[in-house]
């Protein structure tokens, strides 16, 4: 890039003209990029006269008159008009850094983009990928942070079912929600039950399906088993079937009445080996039971993912380790521990993660297996229901407890992405290679 003659700009006047957003572009020469600026502002302000601050000063009121004002609707419509104000801030920021950007430019001698053909070119030439991901950007801000918004809003207001818009107004109620779900003794207690449910079921059910696909794995990857392509087939068969089919097959064949497995297989299993004297299971009836038949029904359906992916790995793992440590005497365990298991998780440490965090928040299970039964444990939570779950049943009961549960979700986010964070952390799994 050759230097031009400099041209004194002063950074703090464009910097004070850039109060109004293009007037520092201008001063800067750069007519064109000054008047898109102008515009974007105009359409702005245009926007905030006809829409804008009616639509925040109703999320900060959320009405004043039931029937005529819907809450719902003020609260969605401000959170929108709230992600716009929040784009054109960093719009307008960047407009000030700019103009004071470019002024420097201006008395270093840099060239500076004034036609429309060197605007055009240099956008094409170094910015050109800004300009695809902007608009994915924005998209994303809409599609993603847009609904998580309005969720973080619900749980300070009081939407229930005694509380409903339009015939009612809602109100901010701070953290009455958050409150009521640690210390209200129906949602505490309903609350403990459920949390500590929901630990047990993702550290065991996840445990035993990594458990299963790495055994699974390591077993079928030595060269003495024969076959092992249609042991490949087997173990694939879990993961080829859809997840809703399985589940509601072993739902029915759990059945305590005329389920396969009271009716068949446990019989079967006295038949050959008298001394079980197994009596017929209350797996849809007895908390218990019915947990650990959705546990050992998710090793079912999560092994077969960790196994590909553990295959993939040992195929990977260099023969000359084995052998190396064969010679200095490791038996089959010790090169396990040494070495198959440390490459194992130093690869696929991140996808078990997931793995955990998938569980955490696994609804299909508990749904369709016993609908969060049997019995409950208040709130309207049943003995086998998860926080998930729990949320669903809050916002699809007859008593709907809409901001109880954008409370609860906020939690199960914060919790998910807190624990995940300091698990990645610690593995080192945003590792980049030293980058």
């Not at 947990?291 to 998710?298: G, H, N, R, V």
């Not at 998780?345 to 297996?369: D, E, H, K, R, S």
């Amino acid at each position: 890039m050759q230097r031009t003659q400099p041209s004194h700009r002063s950074p703090a006047t464009a910097m004070g003209l850039s109060i109004i957003p293009g007037l520092g572009q201008i001063y800067n020469k750069q007519m064109i990029k000054g008047v898109l600026f102008l515009i974007i502002t105009l359409l702005f302000g245009l926007e905030m006269k006809n829409f804008g601050y009616q639509a925040l000063y109703n999320l900060w009121t959320l009405g004043q008159v039931p029937f005529e004002d819907h809450s719902l609707f003020m609260m969605i419509f401000g959170s929108i008009q709230l992600l716009v104000t929040l784009i054109f801030i960093g719009f307008y920021a960047f407009n000030i850094y700019d103009a004071k950007r470019v002024a420097t430019f201006w008395n270093e001698g840099i060239p500076v983009n004034q036609k429309l053909q060197e605007l055009l070119n240099n956008v094409y030439e170094n910015g050109f990928a800004y300009l695809l991901i902007v608009p994915s950007y924005i998209g994303m801000t809409f599609a993603i942070i847009f609904p998580v918004l309005v969720t973080v809003f619900m749980a300070f207001v009081d939407y229930s079912f005694l509380n409903m818009p339009p015939a009612k107004l809602l109100n901010w109620v701070g953290l009455e929600n958050f409150k009521n779900i640690f210390f209200l003794s129906t949602f505490r207690d309903a609350f403990l039950s459920v949390f500590s449910w929901t630990l047990i079921w993702t550290i065991l059910a996840t445990t035993l399906q990594i458990t299963l696909g790495i055994l699974t794995a390591v077993v079928a990857n030595q060269e003495f088993i024969k076959g092992r392509r249609i042991f490949g087939v087997i173990f694939l068969l879990p993961w080829a079937v859809p997840a809703f089919i399985t589940i509601l097959s072993f739902s029915n064949m759990f059945n305590d009445s005329f389920g396969a497995i009271n009716t068949q297989v446990i019989p079967f299993l006295n038949k050959f080996i008298p001394f079980l004297s197994i009596s017929r299971i209350a797996w849809k009836t007895n908390p218990f039971w019915t947990k650990t038949a959705i546990i050992l029904i998710q090793g079912w359906l999560g092994f077969p993912y960790i196994y590909v992916m553990v295959t993939s790995i040992l195929q990977s793992i260099p023969h000359d380790l084995y052998e190396a440590a064969r010679i200095d005497g490791a038996g089959a365990l010790r090169q396990f521990k040494d070495i198959t298991f440390p490459t194992i998780i130093a690869v696929a440490a991140p996808v078990f993660i997931t793995q955990y965090t998938g569980n955490f928040n696994n609804f299909t299970m508990i749904y369709l297996f016993n609908d969060g039964g049997p019995g409950s444990v208040g709130g309207g939570a049943g003995a086998t229901d998860i926080l998930i779950s729990w949320i669903f049943k809050l916002t699809s009961g007859t008593s709907p407890q809409f901001s109880l549960a954008a409370a609860l979700t906020l939690i199960v986010s914060f919790l998910v992405i807190s624990v995940s964070l300091i698990v990645f952390k610690k593995s080192n799994a945003f590792d980049m290679g030293g980058e």
